[in-house]
């Protein structure tokens, strides 16, 4: 008898999941510059991104961020565009949204942020360096980087006047 009911209560520890440890959704945070203006699409280095022409006159690209592992509803995030060969200063934004609540791998996303871009008829067919950073509770940043080719657009800007 002994041996049924020790095969039974580990059956039943199986199912209820009682006596394990639960295992953490992942094993570290991650953060992940993207882009997209309704949903994230994952950014790679030399990824074209074409400029948006603003209803009030001003230049965009769209900017997409996941992050996963971290707490908090609204993340502290430092957006950074400059052009790669860092020929001209960074403009830096700091900006602090509501993150969309997690998916089912636990990524929480913040979609369609109108990333500003500064002068863009000298950067349209140039490479961008488009960076999204986050404070850690440590004093250390965690960051994703891409450098992006810029495009013109559907209605690009005045050519460049250099």
Not at 99 to 106: K, Q, T
Not at 118 to 130: A, D, K, T
Request: net charge negative.
């Amino acid at each position: 008898m002994r041996p049924a009911r020790a095969a039974l209560a580990l059956a039943l520890l199986a199912l209820t999941g009682a006596g394990c440890a639960e295992a953490p959704p992942h094993e570290s945070a991650a953060i992940e510059l993207g882009t997209g203006s309704w949903r994230f699409e994952p950014l790679e280095d030399g990824q074209e991104v074409e400029l948006v022409r603003g209803a009030q006159g001003g230049w965009h690209m769209w900017i997409s961020v996941r992050v996963r592992g971290l707490e908090g509803d609204a993340l502290p995030l430092r957006l950074t565009m400059q052009p790669a060969d860092e020929s001209a200063p960074p403009s830096e934004t700091e900006i602090r949204l509501l993150l969309d609540p997690a998916d089912d791998e636990g990524w929480r996303k913040l979609v369609g942020y109108t990333g500003i871009v500064n002068e863009p008829s000298c950067l349209v067919g140039e490479l961008m360096r488009v960076r999204v950073s986050t404070p850690m509770d440590d004093g250390t940043t965690m960051a994703s980087e891409r450098d992006v080719r810029v495009l013109g657009g559907a209605y690009p800007p005045e050519p460049c006047s250099e």
